[in-house]
């Protein structure tokens, strides 16, 4: 079993919140994770728009049964799939090599969930 992880003081948590790095990794999730959310939203609430207001579109057969909205519904899925897979590339190049520095610069062992899985 691993070790316990290290508790820290308010002191040490408000020296890291105010550290240039800390805001520089915060900076860097926040372009990416706000636009894309905001994006992803705007996707999702205009495939609900459509339904509700183009349902001629919307049922408009593109092969066989299959129609526009079964296709734009599909592509939600999709979409959300590629966002995942897009911020974990993301994530392994830009937040968690900050990230681990961080964490080894003020002297916490905290694993990553992959490595404690392990």
């Known amino acids: 079993m691993d070790s316990p992880p290290i508790t820290t003081t308010a002191t040490d948590v408000q020296l890291i919140d105010d550290s240039e790095e800390f805001r520089t990794l915060r900076r ?13 939203v705007l996707w999702y609430l205009l495939y609900v ?17 299959i129609n526009v909205a079964l296709v734009l519904g599909l ?9 995942a897979a897009w911020y974990a590339r993301y994530a392994d190049r830009r937040i968690d090599p900050p990230a ?19």
């Open 75 to 83: 592509l939600q899925f999709a979409t959300t799939f590629a966002i």
């Open 28 to 40: 860097s999730f926040r372009s990416f994770a706000f636009p894309v959310t905001i994006g992803f």
């Open 49 to 65: 728009l459509l339904s509700c207001y183009a349902p001629g579109l919307m049922g408009t057969k593109v092969v066989g049964h």
């Open 100 to 118: 681990a520095a961080i964490r080894e610069a003020h002297g916490a062992v905290v694993h990553a969930p992959r490595e404690s899985a392990e």
